[in-house]
């Protein structure tokens, strides 16, 4: 495959006691070698998925991901909402294990029809996660964005998210339900964004939507980082003011969100406190790539758009 991959690993932990060093932790079910470590002060994983696990050539398994096909949910919002253009697939064009044991997702331009197709992928309802009072959580990947030049990448929008378990069923209760976003580029930029969504409905509420609570970090696109998010809410006093979102890469802080900073509880609630899955996907065009390039250039995808692009995962 090209060079335009994303990985991931999402690995999910519980905050506990402060350990020495990193410990390696078994995933149930599996024989040895499919480790992930956790990280220092977490005591437990929620969730791993390495995915290493599967063969080559192979879809991410259906124990833990649902596939999220067509161009909306079923009664949902056209386009995912979002004013994208691609068809999101199974097929092993546009998602599949690599052979270094990665998560690949590649957007793919039919060269007759002109016309898309993608992949997204969400966590099962069985594995949906929450973080409990007094406690933190983390939601780490490990993941590679296509290293093609940004010219040849307008439109292109892989994300590494979280929506709450309430948009299931429903799609038409954003921002209300909450989201989470750990990790969006667009256009082929040198940026990570990151970003909360709340509020009662859009545009303007306490998360500024459409653009939400957001911040963008330089970005090395030639090499894999860790991206992770601490919902966190150890705040000693127990108040939703003090419980913060925490966004790293490779370890860094770059962005945190409090309670403060929005200034509403019942929003706040839906960003932190309610149970949410995760999403790994590659869109194509939107509102997001649209605003963020150059407004000569119309609405993405150009012309210029290269073939495919990946996220990759181990
Ligand atoms: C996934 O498993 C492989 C094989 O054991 C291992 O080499 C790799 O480090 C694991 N990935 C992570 C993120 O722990
Ligand atoms: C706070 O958020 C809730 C739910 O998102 C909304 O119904 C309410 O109007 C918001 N309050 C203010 C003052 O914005």
Redesign the pocket.
Known sequence: MGPFCVVLTAGLALLGGVQAAATPVQEWGYGPGYNVYLPKGFKKALFVDNFSLYWPGSLPSTSKWAFDLGTSYPGGPGNWGTGEVQTYTSSTNNIVITTSGTLQITPVKNPVTGAWTSSRIETVAARDIVCPPGQAIRIEAWIKLGDLPASKQLGIWPAFWMLSSAYRGNYWNWP?IGEIDILENVNGASAAWQTIH???NAPG??CNEYTGVTNQAALDRSRFHKFSVDIDRTNPGGSWRGEKVVWRIDGNVVFTVDGNRVN????WT?VTRTPKFILLNVAVGGSFPDNVANPSLGRTPTDATVRYVAVFST
């Open positions: 209300m709340c509020g009662p509420g306490p509403n509880e019942t929003a839906a």
